[in-house]
């Protein structure tokens, strides 16, 4: 067992390690440092040396924490619940933490009387540090001792045998119990001259001794009632009956533990104080008289300290069993709280008599006492629950009853039925929304309040030390380029707007051109002949821009509104004001197409005055641009009008010495390169070898792209770059942020995919109505369709899913995505459809092999798509029942390839094995990559075997395969063959 070190000692007697360091020099004793262990003999002697003096300047204030402690019954609670926590640490480990600092400083600040002095505690660390044993025992003593010297040393120490480390935290023997209790071959603490109050003054110290009754021999562990009974010199009296009598060994100690249990109970009693005996229960009676007995036989037990202290051990009770519900202890709960805490003290005595772990016994514990709170509760649908007072309680998103139940202490079953009562019908692990839980939480008095994802989500984060809030340093901004988006009416220009700025920019830009599209860019203005920077998001129009903010992206500083000059406001022009609008986005209009016949700026100008976008020209603040994206007209003018805008209403500037954060614009799977996600930098500075953390999916920067394909060590605020290293494809509008190293940016990611189950699945079950269980039953195959979307990027899987929902049909059929994703279909989808009885939309996705045949097996419908509107227009009509399909798309083949021939005649020519089916000339193909389509719209134009010109390869063969023009193969593609076959009307 541990040793004894210098800072622990220190923290025992209440002074600093160097005084220890000091005080051992002077003994002769040849100590290095601080966290330097000391052998036994010395701790005893430090504890001589130091025990004394302590004593007399600590007891006047722990009399008043004490006193004040049982006066106040929730402030108790938490003082309770402090040093229960404190002790409890304690004896887990003998580190430093703050609980046992606490946990120490009280001790070191007794009441005097009875109170545990220092010393005790010095004594209970030289008999541990000689002495193994006492652990728990002695942790918990120690909370008894801080909080109600005395009867919980006594549980404590009974529970004792448990524990290893004592060093620091061996119950709080005073020296002379300690010597009294010693186990033979113990080495006696000091001894009591000290004149540490002791249990002496308890009437029954006699009995107590006799729990100290010898223990078998030579076990050289300290007896766990000896120890208590050293703690209860403390002055917990009853403590030491108590442990004594438990300790009691074999014999008659069986009895005595029995009796202690009891008293354990009766100590519940106690503390609960006159609640408790007026408790309906025989039991509970019992407990009181035993109580009585207890007391004078066993001494003062933990229960039976009760009075002030039990408040103390209520309100640690409620803690405890509050299961961190705020306010653990409720009024009116109050008494049978406070006897849980007794019984939280009384667990020591149980825990020791059988000699069992005590883990069963408190499981039975608490279930006797959740039975006997819930006798008095209220009746709620045929059950019994214990109300409480309108406190607060949250639970996550996808929360159940189990979860529920464990933070109020009732049990989910319960909590089933009160909810069936109320007309819903729920299992104790299914999910339930907040709407549920409000209605469940008003009848049973509680406040339950569900937190929201963001809420969550920083909590989540400030585990890791991360504050989103954190105010910037002022002193550290520095300017920014605005971030652009541009938004507009369908055909007004938007695309052809970004080309446009994107080309201007290549001839401008000295980079050279950009070469690849990922999802944003940056371009150079000169403005008043300094070079300014504009980012812009590369996803025209307001769906994008307000599917980023509905997961909290606020990355747009200013709008570009697009309005055709020949056709004026229309319906999402408007819809695009709103969004701007809603979002604080201040907006610069581009008045396009002026090239055009009819081109009418000036209408459209009197247009937007209607909606709030008043021109420059007629007084208002907007500014106005007449451009033609076509011929590139004024394209400067606009961008300049975006930075005059900008500069004019904003205040844009970001610290980028801060750890960098922002939000993702677009991710992609790349065969090559794996996750490769855009992000849009907000503040700080991100960094090739960042740990970074993108929603659920985490990494370290493998590498940063521009979006001219050029590597960058770093990017600033507003910078777009394509990060290569995460493990995962993360979602658009995922936010981003740098952790403090791997493992915590792994960590965060998973904690937040938990959530994110618990919340879909919270979303996925629907809680039956008994109202019209019925009817919802006689429709529940038809009344929503659940579908699963994989495609090939996130901007398609969230445009497909936008999509979707936009779709209306009528009120009792609907549409919920259940789960989305990209990459290819996996097993895991095919799962979630059974389940779920889900169809899976492929959008330029395929599964394996083995997973289509699961599906089929299954019995899953998995439909491809490779055009948005194609999906969007079978789904909405076979949700409005019309869908009949004419022909449907049959794949008749598979083919490896393994080869590639290159011929000058031909190009190139797939030499494949056919993996399943048949491959015929002439029939329509595809190329899948990596389970994703890759090419599309191709055809068997040449097919061979060997040298000669075949119309058909069958399953098993090998074949070359010409796609005609089209020769961009590689090895390991796979060519899929498909036909349109007719399908019978129904
Ligand atoms: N004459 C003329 N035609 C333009 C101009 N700007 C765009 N167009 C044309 O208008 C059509 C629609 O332009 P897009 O850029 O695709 O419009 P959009 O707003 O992106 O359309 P959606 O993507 O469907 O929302 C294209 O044929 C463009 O060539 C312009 O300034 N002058």
Redesign the pocket.
Known sequence: MPKARVYELAKQFGVDSKTVLAKLKDMGEFVKSASSTVEAPVVRKLTAAFGSSQESTTAPKAATKNSEAASKNSGSSKTASKTTRAAAETTKSETSSNASEDAQTRKSTKPSTQAPSPRAAVARAAMSSVNPAANKAAAEGEKAATRKPKAKPAKKAAESNKSAESTTTAAAATPTQASHNATPGIPKPRSRANGTPRPGNNPFMSKQRMGSAPTPGDIPRPHPMSRPGAKSSDGAQGGNGERRGRGGRPGQEQRGGNRSNRGGRGGRGGNAGASRSSAPRPGQNHSSNRGGNNESRWGNRPGANAGAPAGNNGSRGGNRFGGGAPNGSMPSNGPSRGGRGGRGGAAGAFGRQGAKSSKSRKAALRNKRQEFEELKAPVIGGVRIPSGNGQTVQLPQGATLSDLGEKINVSAASLVTVLFHLGEMATATQSLDAETFAVLGEEIGWNIKIVSAEEEDKALLQQFDINLDEPEDEDKLVPRPPVVTVM????????????TIRQTNVIKSEAGGITQRIGAYQIHVTLNDIDRRITFLDT??HEAFTAMRARGAELTDVAIL?V?ADDGVMPQTVEAINHAQAANVPVVVAV?????DGANPEKVRGQLTEFGLVPEEYGGDTMFVD?????G?NIDKLLEAVLLTADATLDLRANPEADARGATVEARLDKGRGSVATVLVQQGTLRVGDAIVAGTSYGRVRALLDENGNNLKEAGPSRPVAVLGLTSVPTAGDLFLVAADDRTARQIAEKREASERAAQLARRHKVVSLENLKEQFAKSEVDMLNVIIKGDSSGSVEALEESLMKIEVSDEVGIQVIHRGVGAITQNDVNLATVDKAVIIGFNVRPSRQVADLAEREGVDVRYYSVIYKAIEEIESSLKGMLKPEYEEVVTSHSEIREIFRSSKFGNIAGVKVDDGTVKRGTKARIMRDGVVTFNDLEISTLRRFKDDVTEVTEGYEAGINLGNFNDIQIGDIIETFEMREIARS
Do not use: E, F, M, Y
Not at 592 to 596: G, Q, S, T
Not at 627 to 631: E, P, R, W
């Open positions: 507009g009416h369908v055909d007004h220009g938007k695309t052809r707007l970004l080309d025209p129009g697009v055709a396009n197409k002026i090239d055009v451009i033609s994206a076509k011929q007209t």
